[in-house]
């Protein structure tokens, strides 16, 4: 027994509350007094926030027209019937008619919408080279494997920007125009392309590789458009803040979609007369129809949206917190009635004993 | 390798809890539901893709080498892959966290002071770390008897000589000297010294045994002869040399072995004296001696080296010349000493058994003392009805095995007859019914298991589980270490295979431990076989009820429900990747970034859970130890069926659902953010994951009935942590990472009003039944707790008149029976 020679005590635990599990502890227990109130309390709460939420969300408007026109029905179905099966597809253009009979209430954005694209796709996702869209010169040259088949052109040149993503850019664009009076002309109603993607993508995460002698064809030079582009990266807009990497309309495509029926931002209206929405009158959207979704089973809309403070047009919250705030309340009688049962029958058992 | 030891061993094998089975019944679930996704997803993939425009889109063309690749193999590595996509289902990180909570756990049981001794100055000690949850699961207690139940300290009570009684220390001493001549105790077998009044035995030295005598003068006596102690003769017998030069020959032994040999007109007071105290519960123990004429000495002296040098037949040769030897003695008396049932010995049993255990005492004893002490630990209550299957009741006999047969057939009638329901009621039956109590001796036991392998045999095994599955107590007495083992395995056995228990203090209980589920060892006077042996040992008996009620209750709870979240978590974190595949053409694309889906098991969600299963305490300790029937409910694994399995999975796969769907609801806007700008398919992730985050934490928190600062700590320190990290994962471009998926995808997410709102509601709407049903069970328990109080104050009032703590039992040969 060599242990019995070590000191008395030495082999004694210590009693800490910790080591004895007597830690001093809070022990909630969610009774029903105090579930009870809360449950009618959140049920309330929610129900007010749930109302607010639908008010503002049916306060928004939006007006979407579908494009793709193959149905015939529409004046793109020329273009559509005339896509069919080329490619690239011949440009084609094409109008939607519409008019608003009052304000719609600004500020008035403009999104297009399309469908059955998959854009979370994971082979379409992972073909892009972040680094090269960062500016940097070596990844300009090589781009990233990821890419293929979009990495190099069939001469053998990487390509700029690289990628199924870029490859795919959205390329359509319209131009809304507004006629005041009936037989009047058409006024067209600026669109700001600025201003549509991240703060942070378009400042930071993206950025054009350093200007060679002042300019930014040079610095793309021994690079190749990607195969789908008509012109090449340098080119998508004449202003050098918007051009580029850094052309907003690529910055927001290039941000893949949760779904494949997603919506993106093309243009914000806030200039001049159309700052507080689009006035009354008849209204017509010339639309260059250029990308081809039949292919693939899609559809293009283009959707005027106004915006609140919880952003687009989304009944779904609204909704969602009504029925949770009724379903709080109604559990919160049926919680009642159980409560007072139990309370009944343990009082009974009391007055047995 | 012929020792005892050697011969009772037994070879050690690897314990495993039930709760480690239940993990593995889990995760075969779990990995059919990962195949099934798989399957499902890699079958739907190629039914999406059939049509071609959803296999290769124009803006999504795959290279060369891609379409070339057999199709074969293609959906060989699809389906590989989605299983890498959801192999996060599998909680790969349970184990380490079982392993943790498992080894950290069992700290609490050698910490804690309830289990230290004074005496032994020694707490509980902790051998395996893997049963911990086990203690909460026991279904049979075996254990020993002598030092187990017993204090195995033999305290002096009374003596008488020559018929006269003699208590107390000035009576003591006054009677010895009476006496012929100083007659101290001495236990040689034992080595230990018996300290009679005035007399002290110093020791042997030099063949010489020294005596202290009251006026503290040493007396000197020579040994001569130690005439061994068998359990067949039943007494020992040293013959000394006194000073003066008489020969001495003292003798102790069982009443019944010690009274045919002495003269007849000296025992009739001395008898009434020893059936006396038998009645009181001690052992006794009667002494005698002769004077040897110096000529027998050489007679019997040249008889004992002829015998002891024999080399054949050496033992009877021996016993010839003891038999020869112990005869015509002078009685002197006899003594009384006690061996005292452990502290709280009663109390642990009551407890035991109140908590729905069987105990059984397997021991070595023979039949009357082991009863008396079963009596006296209240395993046996006085109206518990004996069923005994013993040498006695069957009698030596040809026709053992028909009465045998006739016996068990007749008990089984009158249990059946008792219980006629299945043995699931059978613990609430015992409230009501006749306890019924069986005993079985270690010959008896070998004839019914043992017998010739006919079937006659076997059935006389399955009509006496029967029996013993009816009894509320058994006592096995004489048995073998091994047959102790062989009773562990047969009930080990038993349908439904209940959890077995073993608690001992000696080498002969080596076996018993190991072959149960839990092997307890008790740190006792018969060495420290035991408690190595062990997978726990205690200093004392009565620590088993906060062992098995508090601790083993406690280990149980918080593991399996550690082991329920984790099944729990890890579904809901894949389901919604799951549902993804659903809407991204099946594709594999993860709907989480990549550091989320690393560190979701290893940050953000495994510290609560761990923190919980050291500290919860569901309820509190001292309400464990005092309410034993609290262990019912968690008997049998029950919170680890398939009931509590499958609600942990549907509440996983409803979160799971609300988390994805609520979140694509979501998205069906042009728009979250009041400045118009839109969301891409990391964010959708973000947002799932963050709710994910918040809703497992927080059911957990919910969960938690014993906040310690350190629970608030892990809990909110754990959601702070994944708010800061995913800050800081988004805030900075990372030079190594090729994709820069999730800058600033946070930020911009909690820019807006609507992600809030919809994060709180999705984690109150998945958290919304939880609380329900917390509240419904609280409204339940209160009433119940209120139940409950009112009867125990009526209990109180009618507990039962407790037993004087004594043993019924004579001089027995236990301690030599190893």
């Known amino acids: 027994m060599t242990w019995s020679a070590t000191a008395r005590g030495a082999h004694q635990p210590d009693n800490t509350a910790f080591t004895q599990q007597r830690l001093p502890a809070w022990q909630p227990l969610l009774s029903a007094s105090i579930a009870l109130p809360l449950f009618f309390c959140a049920g309330l709460a929610f129900i007010g926030l749930g109302l607010g939420l639908y008010y503002s969300s049916n306060g928004i408007k939006e007006l979407e027209y579908d494009y793709t026109g193959d149905l015939g029905t529409s004046n793109c179905s020329v273009c559509a019937a005339a896509g069919q099966g080329r490619s690239p597809p011949p440009r084609c253009s094409c109008a939607w008619y519409f008019s608003l009979p009052e304000l719609f209430q600004g500020p008035v954005y403009l999104y297009y919408e399309l469908t059955n694209f ?103 030079q021994g690079t190749a458009p990607p195969p789908n582009w008509h012109r090449p990266v340098y080119d998508l807009s004449t202003d050098p803040n918007n051009t580029g990497f850094i052309n907003q309309d690529f910055v927001v495509w290039m941000r893949t979609a949760a779904l494949p029926t997603f919506r993106k931002l093309y243009a914000r209206i806030r200039q001049g007369n159309y700052s507080t929405g689009l006035p009354r009158g008849a209204y017509r959207v010339n639309i260059t129809y250029n990308y081809p979704v039949r292919a693939f089973g899609g559809h293009k809309l283009i959707i005027f949206s106004s915006i609140s403070w919880m952003g687009g047009k989304n009944p779904f919250l609204g909704i969602a917190y009504l029925v949770v705030g009724s379903l709080c309340i109604l559990m919160g009688f049926v919680m009642l009635v159980v409560y007072i049962r139990y309370q009944d029958q343990n009082d009974e058992d009391e007055d047995e004993e | 390798m012929e020792t005892k030891m050697a011969l009772n061993y037994q070879g050690k094998s690897q314990k495993r809890s039930a709760v480690e089975k239940s993990i593995n019944a889990f995760l075969i679930v779990y990995l059919f539901i990962l195949l099934t996704k798989a399957a499902v997803c890699t079958t739907l993939k190629y039914v999406w893709q059939s049509t071609p425009y959803n296999d290769e889109p124009w803006y999504n063309q795959k290279t060369q080498k891609e379409r070339e690749s057999l199709k074969v193999l293609k959906m060989f590595t699809d389906f590989l892959s989605f299983m890498v996509l959801f192999n996060f289902i599998i909680p790969v990180s349970m184990y380490v966290t079982v392993e943790m909570q498992k080894f950290l756990g069992s700290f609490f049981i050698s910490w804690d002071k309830d289990f230290y001794d004074e005496e032994i100055n020694e707490g509980a000690l902790v051998n395996t770390s893997d049963l911990n949850e086990e203690l909460g699961q026991v279904d049979y207690v075996f254990t020993d008897k002598t030092g187990t139940l017993t204090e195995n300290s033999m305290e002096f009570i009374e003596c008488c000589i020559d018929g006269h009684k003699y208590k107390g220390v000035t009576q003591e001493t006054d009677g010895l000297s009476q006496t012929d001549g100083p007659l101290p105790y001495f236990d040689k077998a034992d080595k230990v010294t018996f300290s009679v009044y005035g007399f002290t035995f110093v020791g042997i030295r030099n063949g010489y045994m020294r005596v202290e005598n009251q006026r503290k003068e040493i007396e000197e006596y020579e040994l001569l002869h130690t005439l061994n102690f068998d359990s067949v003769r039943r007494r020992m017998s040293v013959i000394v040399k006194t000073q003066s030069g008489d020969i001495l020959l003292f003798c102790k032994g069982a009443d019944s072995a010690v009274f045919p040999r002495v003269q007849n007109h000296e025992i009739e007071l001395t008898k009434a004296h020893v059936e006396r105290n038998a009645m009181d519960g001690y052992r006794t123990l009667c002494v005698a001696f002769k004077e040897i004429a110096p000529d027998d000495y050489e007679r019997i002296n040249r008889q004992l080296i002829e015998a002891k040098l024999a080399l054949q037949d050496r033992e009877e040769k021996l016993e010839k010349v003891f038999d020869d030897v112990e005869t015509n003695m002078n009685l002197i008396g006899a003594t009384a000493v006690e061996d005292k049932l452990q502290d709280q010995a009663a109390e642990t049993i009551e407890a035991l058994h109140a908590a729905g255990l069987k105990v059984w005492v397997l021991t070595g004893d023979k039949m009357e003392t082991a009863k008396s002490t ?412 209120r139940n409950l109080s009112c009867k125990k104050a009526s209990d109180s009032l009618s507990t039962r008149p407790s037993v004087r703590p004594l043993l019924l039992r004579t001089f027995s040969d236990e301690s030599n029976i190893l």
């Open chain 2, 374 to 785: 079963c009596y006296a630990c209240r395993l046996f209550q006085t109206s518990t009805e004996l069923l005994e299957l013993t040498t006695k009741t069957i009698e030596e006999s040809e026709r053992k095995e028909d009465r045998l047969h006739e016996l068990l057939t007749e008990y089984r009638k009158k249990l059946l007859r008792e219980f006629p329901k299945s043995t699931r009621s059978l613990k609430k039956a015992w409230t009501e019914h006749q306890e019924y109590g069986l005993i079985i001796d270690g010959s008896t036991l070998s004839l019914i298991l043992n017998s010739s392998q006919d079937s006659s045999s076997n059935n006389y095994k399955s009509i006496f589980v029967q029996i013993c599955m009816k009894c509320t107590a058994v006592l096995c007495c004489r048995m073998a270490p091994l047959q102790k083992a062989q009773i562990v395995r047969m009930v080990k056995n038993l349908k439904g295979s209940p959890i077995t228990l073993s608690i001992g203090d000696g080498a002969n209980d080596v076996s018993m431990i190991l072959e149960s589920h839990v092997g307890i060892g008790i740190k006792g006077k018969e060495g420290r076989q035991a408690a190595r042996n062990s997978d726990y040992s205690v200093p004392k008996f009565k620590h088993l009820k906060k062992l098995l009620l508090a601790h083993g209750h406690l280990y149980y709870v918080r593991i399996a429900h550690l082991v329920q979240y984790f099944f729990y978590k890890n579904l809901c974190f894949i389901l919604p990747q799951f549902l993804y595949q659903f809407f991204c053409g099946f594709s594999q694309q993860p709907l989480y970034d990549a550091a989320y889906l690393t560190m979701y098991n290893i940050c953000f969600t495994s510290l609560p859970i761990l923190a919980y299963s050291l500290l919860e305490q569901h309820i509190n300790i001292d309400t464990l130890t005092a309410d034993p029937r609290l262990y019912m409910k968690i008997s049998g694994n029950a919170m680890l069926q398939l009931g509590p399995f499958l609600y942990w999975t549907f509440l996983a796969a409803f979160e799971g659902t609300v988390f994805f769907f609520g979140t694509y609801f979501l998205f069906q806007t042009s728009s979250l953010e009041e400045n118009a700008k839109v969301y891409g398919n990391w964010t959708f992730g973000t947002i799932v994951f963050t709710v994910l985050v918040f809703t497992v934490t927080l059911k957990l928190a919910l969960d938690t009935r014993f906040w310690t600062w350190i629970n608030h700590f892990v809990i909110w320190g754990s959601l702070a942590f994944y708010v800061f990290f995913s800050f800081f994962w988004g805030g900075i471009i990372w030079p190594f990472l090729k994709q820069q998926r999730m800058y600033f995808v946070f930020a911009q997410m909690l820019s807006s009003v609507s992600t809030w709102l919809a994060i709180f509601l999705l984690i109150f709407i998945s958290l919304f039944p939880e609380i329900l049903l917390i509240v419904l069970k609280n409204v339940r328990r209160r009433s119940a707790r």
């Open chain 1, 118 to 220: 998959y854009q979370n796709y994971r082979r379409y996702g992972v073909s892009r080279d972040d680094e090269q869209l960062s500016g940097l010169p070596s990844a300009l040259r090589h781009p990233a494997n990821e890419c293929a088949p979009y990495q190099l052109s069939a001469a053998g040149l990487p390509i700029a920007p690289c990628g199924a993503i870029a490859n795919s850019l959205f390329n359509d664009s319209f131009s809304l125009w507004h006629q005041r009076r009936a037989g009047g002309p058409y006024v067209e109603v600026p669109l700001d392309r600025t201003g549509i993607a991240w703060w942070t993508d378009y400042h930071v995460k993206f950025r054009n590789p350093p200007l060679v002698n002042g300019s930014l064809a040079l610095a793309f």
